[in-house]
């Protein structure tokens, strides 16, 4: 990794820096062969029609209830689905949103701090998830640092400022493998589907109806 005049990032593996958005570096964004460059981690369509609500995201992403009402509260991981609009109102988390919560427990029991936390949250939502399975996010805990090769994960472990690392794409299908075995809920209707996968559900009711 070298730096320019400015002192900002030139090449990989990225800091992402908790300073104002303007004067963060951004990760060029790689296109894949004959692509657009807005592809990103391939999320099921079935499974957007599937939303999560407050215990069913705390025990994916391994977290407690105080802590998701704090974070929602404060901003940190709000629920995309639908927030909670007075007595009754359940928050229904979508699946990204559960894959940032386990993100942000990960990186809380490593000791990094809120702020960089909130800037490598931001930063995921402003990328759109692009190349999750490529993405590892390093952390010596005073920075965040985005790698999206091993090479650029072992530059950053030989100059010492990597202590550890969270693989995204990993905590993506964790966060699917416990889903599968929880209740989610349509959002459209309502309807409660039960384990063995949602999204699984929702495929074979359709293609019943067909």
Same mark, same amino acid.
């Given at each position: 990794?070298?730096?320019?005049?400015?002192?900002?990032?030139?090449?990989?593996?990225?800091p992402?820096?908790?300073?104002?958005?303007?004067?963060?570096?951004?990760?060029?964004?790689?296109?894949?062969?004959?692509?657009?460059?807005?592809?990103? #981690?391939?999320?099921?369509?079935?499974?957007? #029609?599937?939303?999560?609500?407050?215990?069913?995201?705390?025990?994916?992403?391994?977290?407690?209830?105080?802590?998701?009402?704090?974070?929602?509260?404060?901003?940190?991981?709000?629920?995309?689905?639908?927030?909670?609009?007075?007595?009754?109102?359940?928050?229904?988390?979508?699946?990204?949103d559960?894959?940032?919560?386990?993100?942000?427990?990960?990186?809380?029991?490593?000791?990094v701090?809120l702020?960089?936390?909130?800037?490598?949250?931001?930063?995921?939502?402003?990328?759109?998830?692009?190349?999750?399975?490529?993405?590892?996010?390093?952390?010596?805990?005073?920075?965040?640092?985005?790698?999206?090769?091993?090479?650029?994960?072992?530059?950053?472990?030989?100059?010492?400022?990597?202590?550890?690392?969270?693989?995204?794409?990993?905590?993506?299908?964790?966060v699917?493998?416990?889903?599968?075995?929880l209740?989610?809920?349509?959002?459209?209707?309502?309807?409660?589907?039960?384990?063995?996968?949602?999204?699984?559900?929702?495929?074979?009711?359709?293609?019943?109806?067909?």
């Amino acid at each position: 990794m070298s730096s320019s005049g400015d002192g900002t990032a030139v090449g990989g593996p990225y800091p992402l820096h908790s300073g104002s958005a303007e004067h963060s570096p951004k990760r060029p964004v790689a296109v894949p062969e004959g692509g657009s460059g807005t592809e990103s #981690q391939a999320v099921d369509p079935e499974r957007e #029609q599937v939303g999560y609500r407050g215990p069913t995201a705390c025990a994916a992403a391994g977290i407690t209830y105080r802590q998701l009402d704090y974070w929602a509260r404060t901003g940190l991981v709000e629920p995309s689905v639908r927030a909670a609009g007075g007595s009754g109102t359940q928050r229904l988390y979508s699946f990204r949103d559960v894959v940032v919560l386990k993100i942000v427990k990960r990186f809380l029991d490593t000791g990094v701090s809120l702020q960089n936390i909130r800037t490598t949250v931001q930063h995921l939502r402003d990328s759109g998830f692009r190349d999750l399975e490529r993405t590892t996010l390093m952390s010596d805990g005073a920075t965040v640092y985005e790698c999206t090769s091993p090479n650029e994960v072992h530059d950053l472990l030989q100059g010492g400022q990597g202590v550890f690392g969270i693989a995204v794409g990993v905590v993506w299908r964790d966060v699917e493998a416990a889903l599968s075995q929880l209740h989610g809920e349509r959002v459209d209707t309502g309807e409660t589907l039960v384990g063995n996968h949602p999204a699984d559900e929702l495929a074979r009711r359709r293609n019943r109806a067909v």
